[in-house]
């Protein structure tokens, strides 16, 4: 296998796990609503769905420099190596991050590497919208008008995502009410109305990436 089979054969399976690993997500936050769980069935679903987003993170953060090289090897993204490298670069600290604070999410240093990590998604999902729209309109960097689009809603994924991190954020004090309490309606109430919303968003993630995958198969325009 060469070096550009390889890296479709990655790209393709960032693709799988990233998509398929969001589905679980889904289906545990949407049991966590069940109140007829135990408080302790239902925090294990919450440590359930963490674990479960490990895959669909690495996959989140691989694919961009996977996607960049096997455009730049078939002529369809001009990028300097410069670019490419800063690309992995960026992976390795936030890949870092993410293995640093799994498990830790409520300790301080957390916090702080969070922000970082925050920090590199967000220039991920500006520069993606801005080369999509950009490429869009003027056929540069990117030459063909489906891999400019593929890199807008690519951007659209990572927009979603950090906002995924907002909308489930209120959940640990709700979860640690909900274990200091028991259930109750108005923890209920709480619980449903931040599930719900961080549902919204998983599920655009799906649709998200239904377009994305349509682009790459079938190229359109």
Request: proline share 4%.
């Amino acid at each position: 296998m060469d070096g550009y089979s390889l890296l479709r054969f990655a790209h393709v399976l960032c693709a799988i796990y990233w998509m398929g690993g969001s589905l679980g997500v889904v289906i545990l936050t949407a049991a966590l609503r069940n109140r007829n769980y135990t408080v302790d069935q239902r925090h294990m679903m919450v440590r359930l769905s963490l674990d479960v987003d490990i895959p669909p993170r690495i996959a989140m953060v691989v694919i961009t420099p996977v996607g960049l090289h096997l455009a730049s090897m078939t002529g369809l993204l001009a990028i300097s190596t410069p670019v490419l490298v800063l690309s992995w670069v960026c992976v390795i600290i936030w890949l870092g991050g993410e293995y640093i604070t799994h498990g830790r999410e409520t300790e301080p240093f957390a916090v702080k590497i969070y922000i970082t990590i925050g920090v590199i998604m967000a220039g991920a999902c500006l520069s993606l919208l801005g080369l999509g729209i950009y490429a869009l309109m003027n056929d540069w960097p990117f030459r063909q008008g489906w891999l400019a689009m593929k890199a807008l809603l690519l951007g659209l994924v990572f927009l979603v995502s950090i906002s995924m991190s907002f909308y489930y954020a209120p959940l640990v004090n709700v979860m640690e009410r909900l274990k200091n309490e028991g259930s109750t309606d108005e923890i209920e109430t709480d619980l449903r109305f931040y599930l719900n919303r961080g549902m919204m968003g998983s599920i655009s993630l799906i649709f998200l990436w239904a377009a994305i995958i349509y682009m790459a198969v079938n190229k359109p325009f």
